[in-house]
């Protein structure tokens, strides 16, 4: 222990300790050790504290004594209240359980006296019940007395009644008793629909095996029933059966098999089965002799009265919603469709067809008979209808004429007047002959010096195609100068055309006359006609003339317009402009836009057969374009004396509609020729690719690809030539083959100049290709108006004379081809890069050379 804590520090601080709960705040008090000797004086300390505190309470409770007292007697007096209360809770209780065995008690009497009013009910519904189920059964035992006695009618309100009286029984309905007399009212209904199912029979018979039906109006004591039976009264006791709908259906699809089909329905033979009415008895037998659509109605009419006459109201009319529809079916499909005809000579007949039909509608009506409304509707679409039949019509006999026609060939002869000025190339150094005026395609030749196309590169030729010959013009007799440029647009379109281009759409090559002629010159006159050449002082007239092979196809689709014209024109006649056909004259000018699709959409499968199918086509269409001109031209005349209406003459209502016919049948022949050309100029080229750009041509086994290359494209050329040569017009045999001469010699001009090397063997064996490839020109030699023979050959070949300069340059020296350049007219057919490439690829590196190469570089502007 610290000596500075003292025993009586210890105690006061634990005695603070226990009465405040409070920790000494001396940290040498908290700290200091208790030993044994301090205990006396903290026990007399807290001690001491204790009696303080008990002398205090007892001063505290002197002080409160008679307050406590009060509080002791209150807790008595409260202690025996509530004992009180206690004891009235507990009579309370006893006297709830009394009550409650009374409720118990008044509970049990009322469910009693429901139980007794309950089962005096019961037992008075009961008696009902029963009086209800002994009513029930005399109605069933009437019903079946009645029945017996084949009073049908009678047992069936017996039953009626018997049904209403079943429903009435509420809660008793599904009772043991009432399901036995339902088994028997069933059993009984079943009975009577087995009667009367017996007797329909007898009065309605179909006999299939002798396609005969007899209808009767009554049946008697012969088949059970009492004072007979007759048909209202079947069809009353079946509809209160709900049967009669049934029988109804059964009726018409029998009738219609065994009477209607056979009779409306024409075999394969022709062959008609005849009707015949005997009394109640109606069939089929025989053959019918007249096959007109008027027998064929007087015998529908024939069938219609014969069921409403044996047959009620309540039959026939319901029999006729399920026949009738069947039956107009079969007249249409069978008879009155075939009658349409198919020109305008049968429509006065046809007319009168349409009366009877009427007529038979009216009867119809008369009967009070429903499903006619099909025929009604049928002739008042009896225009549209023959319309559509001569539609059909033509576009069967396009297809029957297309592959009869395409073996049937002809020559035609082709005439164009051309108004040409005096300074035409046509007519250079001739304006002084006369006689020249009258020349024919071929026998004009410009002057022998003339040169090539001014600055046409070789890639040109490629795209060249038939577009130098005018072929790009929709005018076929538009003229095309002779240094005109050639257009690239032939390969494009013809691939448009090869994605599914429409017909008509695009404007594909066409063969022109290689002669440029100018276009002549026209006024239009005041009604819209395109009046005849003004003719210049200087200008003259030239009639050109050329033959060429054709089928007889574009005939044969003339003369069907021609036949569309005609009926149109005899619809509107006075004896038929008041038929029912009449309205329909105007749809007949949609047919020659009809048959010239069809044309379009099926001569490529019909032509196929020919070696120059496509060429066939192009002179076809050619053809056909030219007679739907004229025949334009001539009709516009002939309709203005026409007494026809403004609307429905031919050439008003045809004319917009051939126009792009035309155009669209020149633009299907300009994709046939050019599919044709281009399908030739990829043969070529196949045949010079084999040649590998003549590389190695003095090489073996190159050598010998080289000479086939060169030996199989002029034999291609050749056999073309054979094979279009009687097809294709003089004039356009040579266009078309000027322009596979022309591919060849591109191809063979470009491959000669990718060659960056070229010996002098070489030379010389490219010389002897150029020599080959120039006999060529005997393909284009042509006799004049003289008799004189003529080479045309760099008319109708672009490229030929510079062909002819690249041969004359792999034989040449230096000077000659400088001379050629600088003095000649090289530099009119090649470009100076080119004559240059060439140069290097001959000639090795010197100065000779180079200077060779700058003089013409310098004089190439």
Known sequence: MSASVSNQELGESLLHSVQNGSFPQSEDVASAPVGSEALPKLRETLEKARDDTKEEIRKVSREAASDVDGWITQARKLQADIKRSQETAKEIVQQAEVSKEKTLAVQDAASKVSLLHTEIAYNESLARVVEQLKDISTLLESAQEAAVHKHILHALERLEDAEGAFKRLGPFETTRVVGLLKTKANQLKSAIVENITEVWNSLVTVNAADRKVTLRDEVGEETGAENGTGISTVVEALKRLGLLEKFIARLAQEFDSVIVQPRLAIGPDQIVSALAIQGDDIQIAGQIGDMSVKAALEDIQAIAEYLSTRTPPSVAIPLSDKLLPVLTNRLISNWLLPAVPLSTKGISDFQETLSLVLGLVEYFDELGWNGQSRLTEWVDKSAEIWLARQKEASIAQIQRIIPRKVQEKKTVERVETQVLSKGDAMLAGKEENAEDWGAEWGDEEPEADAP?????????????????????????????????????????????????????????????????????????????????????????????????????????????????????????????????????SGGLFAIPTLLLGMYRATAAVHYSKDIAANMLIYNDCTRLSDRLRNFLTEQAESDRSSSLPAHLKPSARLKPKLDADIKAIEGFGKRAYGREMESQRTILRDHLDAAQGFSSCTKMPFAAECDNAIAMTIDRIADVKNAWRTVLSHSVLLQSLGSL????????????????????????????????????????????????????????TPNWF??????????????????????????????????????????????????????????AH
């Not at 002819?804 to 090649?830: C, N, P, V």
């Open 741 to 796: 001469v022309s591919t060849a010699l591109a191809k063979f001009i470009a491959d000669i100049e990718d060659m960056t090397d070229i010996a002098e063997d070489e030379s010389k064996k490219l010389r002897s290709y150029c020599e080959s490839l120039s006999s060529l020109s005997h393909l284009f030699m042509t006799e004049d108006s003289e008799g004189m023979e003529r080479d045309m050959t760099s008319v109708y």
């Open 802 to 859: 510079k062909f002819q300069y690249l041969s004359e340059i792999l034989d040449s020296s230096l000077a000659d081809i400088k001379y050629m350049w600088t003095d000649g007219e090289l530099k009119l057919e090649m470009e100076v890069g080119e004559v240059v490439d060439l140069i290097e690829a001959l000639f090795a590196e010197s100065d000779y050379r180079r200077k060779a190469i700058a003089d013409i570089k310098r004089t």
């Open 452 to 584: 090539a196309e001014n600055g046409r590169h070789e890639d040109a030729v490629e795209e060249e195609d038939m577009s130098a010959w005018g072929m790009d013009d929709d005018d076929p007799e538009a003229p095309q100068k002779e240094n005109e440029e050639p257009k690239a647009e032939l390969q494009d379109e013809e691939d448009a055309e090869d994605w599914g281009a429409d017909w008509g759409e695009e404007e594909d090559s066409k063969p022109m006359p290689a002669e440029p002629v100018s276009k002549p010159t026209t006024e239009p006159k005041a009604d819209g006609q395109t009046a005849k050449p003004i003719k210049s002082s200087k200008d003259r007239e030239m009639t050109l003339r050329e033959t060429y092979t054709v089928t007889a196809i574009p005939d044969s689709i003339i003369e069907l317009i021609l036949q569309v014209v005609t009926d149109v024109n005899t619809l509107n006649t006075p004896e038929l402009v008041g038929s029912a056909i009449a309205p329909a």
